[in-house]
Structures are given as C-alpha cells and as structure tokens.
C-alpha cells in the first residue's frame, strides 16, 4: 500500500469486476476503483465511471455523481446507445436487459478486407457489440455479460458469469491463479440448453445444487453436469477460450 500511496484513481477494464473486488481494493489501497467499458471495434472507450459528474454534462434528475459500483460508468459524448430484443432485434426499454447496439464517431468502418465479418457486426451505422446490457435510471451502463456466455434455458436467459461467480464463492476460490472452472451451455431435449460446469476439481453434483441453492439460484440456474479436465482453456490475454471450451463440453 505504501508504493501505491500517491496513487488517487484506478480505471479498469476488460473483464467485468468482481463482486466485492472494488471495494477491497478501495480499503486496502485508499484509491478509487472506477470501472469502464469499451471494445477495440469503438475505439476503444464506451463509458466510464468518474469521480465526479464532469462540468457541462447533465443527467436530469439524477442523484448521483459520477460513478456507481457495478456499473461501466456512463456513455461518453457523442455516443448513441439502443438496446434490442436478442431474439427479434427489436427496441426494447433500455432498462432491460437485451442486446447493446452502439453508434457514434467512435464506431469503427469494419473489418479490412472482411467484408462478410463486418456484416456480421453491423447494422446500417449501428454496431452489434454482443454483450447483453441495461441502463439504470441515472444514465449508467450495466454489462451483464457476452450473449454467447448466456443459455435460454425453458425461456429465460441463464448468464454463465453469474453461475460461475456463485461457485468461486461457494468453494472460496478467490485466491486461485488460474481458472478452477468454466460453465458453459449444451443442448438438452427438454429445456433447450442445460448448463455444464467444466472443472479441474473433483466436485459432486449434489453438493453443487446444494450450495448453489443455498446462494438463492433457482433451479434453472443450477446445472446438470460436471466435466472434470485437466485445465481449462484460456486465451493469450487470461480470458477465457469460449471456443476451445464449448468443444469440451461437447465431448462424450
């Protein structure tokens, strides 16, 4: 704490922050842990949280000043967000959760020399960023995760983050180096998908239902099997390698 003294603020960004993570660094550091959001498609910067509400900006209504945990922040100036249906890709409130499209000056053209990839993204001038999305009533932007991290499952949207952060925290397995476990969703006959948990632990099912039922997740969310592997894949940059473990999960 004492090298980092003079250090007043810390932007992240990348992943989403971990419930709890902010204010543990705020108690043991003393500086601010201000979450943002971007992608290298827009730039790269979306939104961010800031100590302050910035001068010239003004949020009707609102409260707050800059920043709210657990948010991205608010959009920066000059950004145009919608959020859509998923499954129709229709306007829906931007309260609710659905699909984050983005446009601005800050958009990227496309890809070069991609042009079926570049369809695949864009939308006249609106880009299909892929992540699920709302916004509070003060302005702020909620990531809740990639729409291919997500399972309909009979209906509603299971987010996989969210089932994996219930497990790290039933197992106290915030200090670990590498990832432990991954979910992910396989087709099932009844519901539509059923969630898989890959695992380089010896885990039992039952005693997952158990304690993720304790953690207040209905029965939809808890999944239905547990695939032990040797590691689980990962990208260069520490994420997780989505592709590489739906293969696994796939595999009798």
Known sequence: PKQLASLKYVVAGAEKTPEGFADAWEAHFGSLYLEGYGLTETSPVVSINTPWMPKGVNYPGSSTEGSRRGSVGRMMPGHIARILNPDTMKDIDVTAV?????????????????????????????????????????????IEGRLSRFSKIAGEMVPHGTVEEALVKAYNLFDAELPILAVVG???????????????????????????????????????????????PTLATGKLDLRKIQVLASES
């Open 186 to 232: 396989r087709p099932d006959e009844s519901k539509g998908e059923a969630l898989v948990i890959l695992t380089t632990m010896d885990l039992e099912l039952d005693d997952v239902r158990e304690k993720l039922s304790a953690a207040g997740l209905t029965n939809l969310w808890i999944p239905k099997e547990i695939k032990r592997v040797e590691t689980i």
């Open 98 to 142: 659905g699909l984050l499209m983005l446009k601005g000056p800050n958009i990227f053209r496309g890809y070069l020399g991609e042009p079926e990839r570049t369809a695949e993204v864009k939308q006249d001038e609106w880009f299909i960023t892929g992540d699920l999305a709302r916004f509070d009533e003060d302005g702020f932007l909620f």
